[in-house]
């Protein structure tokens, strides 16, 4: 009796990018690095409400130790890349399985939150490049200039334009979705998913995500109402 020839590559396991698990395990893991510069990035922003003297220090810090600040850089550079691989990856994977669409699609047991992850990322991506070149670079600076070193100064007059502020405000609105599901999800792709645990981790992923929305659209909206000048 012959026994079938079984190739190398019939053979073979589909390595950890190729599968399905690990696409998910990469986008929770560059997601959690990401998370913590958010953290980071909304704690510093927030000192503009101590003033222009502390915003400015802070900002001349984060200037003194540039050489340092490169390798954090690329590394968050490398994880937006791979997330957004990974996300476009699996969302492709995720349609092949199902070519024909429903013929009445419901809603179940998804949020709205999970519902736009795929295309809230993009245009978040779309938001930072903006907001690098307006705030960052002074690439893009409209209604005043922009002054080297002043970042209290760029930051307010950058602000009292109302359309950017309406842009800021939308795009970490759709952030705070993003996180709101991600910071969840990111648990369940590690293998971390109980029936008593994942209401919990759901209640205080939307609660995080609250705060870090809130934390970045009461610049703007100070801006705007004059309470920050």
Not at 23 to 50: D, P, R, W, Y
Request: a positive charge; one cysteine or more.
């Amino acid at each position: 009796m012959s026994t079938a020839a079984v190739t190398p590559h019939e053979n073979r396991a589909p390595n950890f990018w190729q599968s399905t698990n690990g696409k998910k395990v990469v986008m929770a893991v560059t997601g959690a690095i990401m998370f913590l510069f958010i953290i980071g990035h909304v704690a510093g922003n927030l000192q503009i409400f101590e003033g222009p003297a502390k915003l400015n220090a802070y900002g001349h810090f984060l200037h003194s130790i540039g050489e340092l600040l490169w390798p954090v850089r690329i590394v968050l550079l490398l994880c937006v890349g791979l997330h957004i691989t990974a996300t476009v990856q699996l969302a492709m994977r995720n349609k092949a399985a199902r070519p024909v669409g429903y013929s009445r699609k419901q809603a179940i047991n998804s949020s709205y939150a999970s519902r736009t992850m795929y295309w809230s990322g993009p245009i978040v991506l779309a938001f930072i490049i903006f907001h690098l070149l307006q705030f960052t670079a002074g690439y893009i600076h409209p209604g005043s200039q922009f002054i080297e070193g002043d970042v209290y100064h760029n930051v307010v007059a950058g602000f009292q334009v109302w359309w950017v502020s309406v842009w800021y405000i939308i795009a970490v609105s759709l952030l705070g979705f993003h996180l709101r599901h991600g910071l969840w999800s990111m648990f369940q792709s590690i293998g971390y998913n109980h029936p008593r645990h994942t209401p919990l981790l759901k209640k205080a992923a939307f609660v995080i995500a609250l705060l870090i929305t809130l934390g970045y659209i009461s610049i703007p909206i100070s801006v705007l109402a004059g309470f920050i000048k």
